[in-house]
């Protein structure tokens, strides 16, 4: 069974930074697609960025240059760079996997980021 346990969110002054980890257990390969959403209060669940297989990347428009997503295999990890946040930012942020099908199988239980003016 697949298991994600996120870390790294926290409270921080506009402009700076913060760095999510997702770390993943159970049968998880490069071709399921690793993903970060977030929702703010009121607001929808939306889609952060993306990485499948290592490599492909997805990013929203408003975290374009910003944010960094990136994966690391022998830890089984997909890291969040959160750089120039914003009071925007501010939301609970979850850890996912897709897979191969494009499928949501299992989301974590979210990290709170936080970002002051």
């Known amino acids: 069974q697949v298991q994600l346990v996120e870390s790294g969110g926290g409270l921080v002054q506009a402009g700076g930074s913060l760095r999510l980890a997702c770390v993943a257990s159970?049968?998880?390969?490069?071709?399921?697609?690793m993903g970060w959403y977030r929702q703010a209060p009121g607001k929808q669940r939306e889609l952060v960025a993306s990485?499948?297989?290592?490599?492909?990347?997805n990013y929203a428009d408003s975290v374009k240059g910003r944010f960094t997503i990136s994966g690391d295999n022998t830890k089984n990890t997909v890291y969040l760079e959160m750089n120039s946040l914003k009071p925007e930012d501010t939301a609970v942020y979850y850890c996912?996997?897709?897979?191969?099908?494009?499928?949501?199988?299992?989301w974590g239980q979210g990290t709170q980021v936080t970002v002051s003016s």
């Open positions: 159970g049968i998880i390969s490069s071709r399921n697609t």
């Open positions: 990485i499948i297989r290592g490599i492909s990347t």
């Open positions: 996912s996997v897709k897979n191969v099908w494009g499928a949501t199988i299992k």
